[in-house]
């Protein structure tokens, strides 16, 4: 019994191998910390990245003067594919949708709504629904809301689940009174309302 005693004071004291030992401790939780670090830094990079996405986009079909159409449409999604560096287009959804605030009625119309990717067009149920999303408008004022959803996967599995990072723009036509898609009628009605693939 003594000679435990005594061992185990011996052992207290003891110091050799205490760096050896710290060591194995400590790295694999430092080295958890810094792809938790990396991964979380990560994650909000791809927010940024992708609202920036979104507010381009939205700017650049904010200018155009002439009617939007399904090619406009397939070149604004490669622009996204390339700009957030996503693996392909499968992974990049993006959604524009004309909007007009009808002053007498005290409401949001839908005038033409399209999408590429996995989500269909908006509704005009859908646009209702959306009026405390909206901006405040003069009657009859259009504006176009730019919607991007892009996938993104974590470079690590730390407790991140995969998810898509969405975003909404909106942004007022600089130089006509409206964006149109396909058909621009003087009479303010727009062929080609509705669509999305």
């Not at 400590?26 to 940024?48: C, N, Q």
């Not at 999604?77 to 009808?102: C, F, H």
């Amino acid at each position: 019994m003594m000679n435990v005693s005594r061992f185990a004071r011996r052992f207290a004291r003891e110091e050799d191998g205490v760096l050896a030992v710290e060591f194995v401790i400590m790295v694999p939780v430092l080295f958890w910390a810094y792809l938790t670090l990396f991964s979380i830094f990560d994650a909000y990079r791809e927010h940024a990245v992708n609202q920036k996405v979104a507010y381009s986009i939205g700017d650049i079909i904010s200018r155009e003067t002439n009617p939007l159409d399904e090619d406009y449409l397939k070149g604004m999604v490669s622009l996204a594919t390339y700009m957030s560096k996503v693996g392909s287009k499968s992974d990049v959804t993006l959604r524009v949708t004309s909007i007009r605030w009808n002053g007498q009625q005290q409401r949001y119309e839908r005038v033409w709504s399209q999408a590429k990717g996995s989500r269909p067009a908006l509704t005009e149920g859908q646009v209702s629904g959306m009026a405390n999303m909206l901006p405040v408008l003069p009657h009859n004022e259009e504006i176009m809301v730019v919607e991007t959803y892009i996938k993104y996967d974590p470079p690590f599995n730390i407790g991140l689940q995969s998810r898509e990072i969405s975003n909404m723009v909106f942004t007022r036509p600089r130089y006509a009174s409206k964006v149109c898609w396909e058909i621009c009628d003087p009479g303010g009605n727009v062929e080609g309302e509705e669509g999305g693939a």
